[in-house]
């Protein structure tokens, strides 16, 4: 990683440890994504606190789904107005802070969630997720600080790539050591909460000793609700002239959708659908880890080099490959046997999928991240962050509830290629996004507005 030589303004490069620490709070976040939202607690709370295995889970993927749809729905409402706060006052630390200890809050009190106490379990998945959404898009703001447009790639995927490897510490040492997600080994399992929030309390500490807060706050005047509208609105306002920031945002919709969907359902689906051992599982989730942090920091420098837009089109169509892949894989697995001669399970060819899955998503994450960054003039880069963060939950509240409802209609496995549906269309809308007219955009802006 480059750091900042003598004549580069303070802008071109932060320092290593900078860098650093702010890729650890991807690298701390990510024990609460996978061990609450995707690996452990989700199958928990569907399967045995909810439970109703007769309707095949249906009201428990549903309510799963509500929780999650309803907390990203919360970051849609006041994301950008957060973001427009944190641009006028320089705030982003603060900020940042106050969701990592809300989220850390929630989660260690998931312990209390037992078999039937549903309600409360809705409510503090839906508060610590909001929080830890919240979270994304405020640590996602310093991204253009830390280095030169053509850079950002690399400490995009960077961060992603560290953050796998923190969810495989956190989720390998939950896996072994608290076991399954079942009704037997509840009394061990419950303890993912306090774990997923002591992991996260710590290891985020490097960032708010090493990031830096750069900006001049600007006087109060207004109260900052008025304040937040105003430049909410001037943005939307000025949008026509971040015409490709406008496009990319919408496709980032109907991707994010997709990929929220898989988060959110991935391992249940393993569960339900392909009836996989827990042994299977754990592979599984070390497999995804493992090939997500290869693609984020793979994909990471490639970017940099055919181009950020395009990088991002070449990890869309590896999803919709990995989504007709998962939708396929009982049918796949019977057609190879029958050709092959071999007696592979439908959770053995599963691992195969999953490695096409990891790859997608490390790289299709990180590359949207880098894109807004290289879209954002540095004076907006919280709100537009905050756009970027609506565009994502609004993404999850729309794909999450729409598989919610069509499971529980057709079933989760055929409801599955809803997802490839979703990164077809974000494909044709990015397709109108030019990467260096959006550039040139963000420079033209800091150009009038000055720095």
């Not at 509830?401 to 990164?423: H, W």
């Amino acid at each position: 990683m480059s750091v900042m030589t003598a004549g580069e303004s303070p802008q071109t490069w932060a320092s290593r440890k900078e860098i650093f620490g702010w890729a650890m709070f991807d690298f701390a976040n990510q024990a609460y994504t996978l061990l609450i939202i995707t690996v452990v607690f989700g199958e928990l709370f569907t399967t045995v606190i909810v439970g109703d295995r007769g309707d095949g889970y249906r009201l428990a993927n549903f309510l799963w789904s509500l929780a999650l749809a309803v907390s990203y729905l919360l970051v849609v409402v006041t994301g950008p107005l957060c973001g427009a706060v944190m641009d006028y006052q320089a705030a982003k630390k603060p900020f940042l802070f106050v969701s990592y200890l809300v989220t850390v809050g929630a989660t260690a009190l998931l312990y209390f969630v037992a078999p039937g106490y549903v309600l409360l379990g809705l409510v503090l998945v839906v508060v610590s997720n909001y929080a830890y959404s919240m979270g994304e898009s405020f640590i996602a703001a310093f991204l253009p600080d830390l280095g030169p447009p053509e850079a950002l790639g690399r400490i995009s995927g960077f961060g992603w790539a560290l953050g796998y490897v923190g969810g495989l510490f956190a989720a390998g040492f939950t896996l072994v050591v608290l076991g399954e997600a079942t009704a037997d080994n509840f009394e061990r399992i419950r303890w993912v909460g306090p774990f997923a929030a002591a992991f996260f309390l710590v290891t985020a500490i490097p960032t708010f000793l090493w990031v830096r807060e750069r900006g001049t706050p600007q006087p109060p005047g207004k109260p900052y609700r008025e304040i937040a509208w105003q430049r909410v609105s001037t943005t939307l306002h000025e949008l026509r002239r971040f015409r490709d920031l406008a496009t990319f945002l919408v496709s980032l919709l109907f991707s994010m959708a997709g990929v929220y969907i898989i988060i959110a359902f991935a391992f249940i689906y393993g569960a339900q659908v392909i009836g996989w051992d827990e042994s299977i599982r754990n592979i599984m989730f070390i497999i995804v880890q493992i090939t997500a942090a290869i693609g984020a920091l793979g994909f990471g420098f490639i970017q940099d080099r055919i181009g950020t837009r395009l990088t991002y089109l070449i990890t869309l169509a590896l999803w919709v490959a990995a989504i007709l892949a998962i939708w396929a894989t009982p049918e796949l697995t019977a057609w190879l046997n029958a050709l092959l001669g071999l007696g592979w399970e439908a959770q053995h060819l599963f691992l195969v999928v999953g490695c096409l899955a990891g790859l997608s998503l490390g790289s299709s994450q990180s590359a949207s991240r880098a894109l807004v960054g290289l879209f954002s003039p540095q004076r907006k880069a919280a709100e537009f962050f905050g756009f970027w963060g609506l565009a994502n939950k609004l993404a999850g509240v729309g794909g999450i509830i729409g598989l919610g409802l069509l499971q529980s209609v057709v079933g989760l496995k055929a409801s599955i290629l809803l997802c490839a549906a979703l990164f077809i269309v974000a494909i044709l809308i990015c397709l109108g996004v030019n990467q260096a007219r959006g550039q040139q955009a963000a420079r033209d802006w800091e150009a009038r507005n000055g720095r």
